[in-house]
């Protein structure tokens, strides 16, 4: 092993030490969250007790946007640099967006058949969320689907961006659209418009995912990293092989 | 015969539950009708509910739910994104340790 892959695996120790850091932070934070949403935060006025998914749906959402945002930045800087550490951000942030989006697919629906009496509607927000949840399982489709490994990173990468341009409808149908969702109670221009108890636990909920979440998206680049790491030594093992056995080499 | 229909319609009055009637206050507790109050009350009842501490029968928020029955669409939504949360960091480290499974095979082949 070289010293370049010997300070690869130093740096992959130091990533997973951080990553372990911020699962710990982040658990705390979660349970200290849970404790805010239901014996801190008041019952809403209107929703009564179902407005508390509030805290669990906007911070999945939230994330699994922020997930779409870092993986359509490093498919850029892939696309540019082509330096594969940023294409393990990228799937890693990937995964992780498909993990975030579907959490938020779940709690939607079910805090809707209590809050409107439908399951599902062809809204703007619900109908753009859904499309962006489909580009991204696009996204691993289409890395699986090429010849060349190669080809199939710069195609998926080309995919990220096409999904990032999904996040503004989705944060602008409100606006733009008639839906059956409410604009935004915190950021919007006027400031926060519900009760501070209310954007407090919002805020620590967050947060609190935030950790969670970065954790897991450290985790899960230690892992990408180390797997490429394994596969190319494995390549360079076999390729010597082959060499070894090959009769021009026994001829010599 | 009779006796029997007698008992259904007793157990019917005593399960019945109480009149849903009277308002609710802020900390749950039924507050008394004013209705039956006499009409000449009402600068009493302006009165009341300027003095802190009296229920005025309009409560600001809506009032916490008597159990935890209405909760059941948050405790499934929350375990809804737990489970997906911890099946995933499960995977995740079983894809792990079957790198570490292979890096070691890969050791013990050199």
Known sequence: MNDLAQTDLAALESVRRWANGLMVVGGISVLVALWLVFFYAPTEREMGVIQRIFYIHVPTAWLGELAIGILALCSLGYLWLRDDRLDAIAVSAAEL???FLSATLVAGPLWAKVAWGTWWEWEARLSFTLVLWFINIGYFMLR?????PEQGKRFAAVLALVAAADIPLIHMSVYWFRTLHPKPVVLNPEGPTADAEIVRTLLFSTLAFTLVFAGLLLHRYGYERLKRHVAGLRHMRDDRDSHLASPETVYR | MLSILSSVALAF????????????????????????EAAGTTSDTVAAQERPGVISGLPRRAPEPRTMAAYWPVFLVLSVTWIGFVGYMLLLGRRSSRLARSISDTGAER
């Open chain 1, 97 to 99: 967006a498909l993990v």
């Open chain 2, 13 to 36: 009055a005593l399960a019945a539950p109480p009149s849903q009637d009277a308002p609710v206050g802020q900390d749950g507790a039924i507050v008394e009708d004013s209705r039956s």
């Open chain 1, 144 to 148: 699986g689907a090429t010849e060349s």
